[in-house]
């Protein structure tokens, strides 16, 4: 599979963002996919995950209220809406295919290459 994130843009505190993670190639519905993301000079953060096929959703406290998680599987596509961003929002946004559903981004063999998110104070 490949994974072509988008989305990401310049946003100023208080605003919204929705990302997209578009799939090529197979796509397993029993597969989680993941947003992650990665401030410069951090390690990198689970921000929320997912099956393919819907159902169980996770997100992490630190945007749990102010991010959500959903998926077209017509269109193969996860979505990643923000609202409410703040400047610790800022990083590079990347989604991920795993076969087991977990935070631990070492258990994501798939990765997209990733869309910068940043917000101004």
């Known amino acids: 599979v490949q994974l072509q994130a988008s989305g990401g843009g310049l946003v100023q505190a208080g605003g919204s963002l929705r990302l997209s993670c578009v799939a090529s190639?197979?796509?397993?519905?029993?597969?989680?996919i993941g947003w992650f993301r990665q401030a410069p000079g951090s390690e990198r953060e689970f921000v929320a995950a997912?099956?393919?096929?819907?159902?169980?959703?996770l997100h992490a406290d630190s945007v749990k209220g102010r991010f959500t998680i959903s998926r077209d599987n017509a269109k193969n596509t996860v979505y990643l809406q923000m609202n409410s961003l703040k400047p610790e929002d800022t990083a590079i946004y990347y989604c991920?295919?795993?076969?087991?559903?977990?935070?631990?981004?070492?258990?994501?063999?798939?990765w997209g290459q990733g869309t910068q998110v940043t917000v101004s104070s």
């Open positions: 997912m099956f393919w096929s819907g159902g169980t959703t």
């Open positions: 190639g197979r796509v397993f519905g029993n597969y989680v």
């Open positions: 991920a295919e795993s076969f087991v559903f977990t935070t631990n981004y070492n258990q994501y063999n798939y």
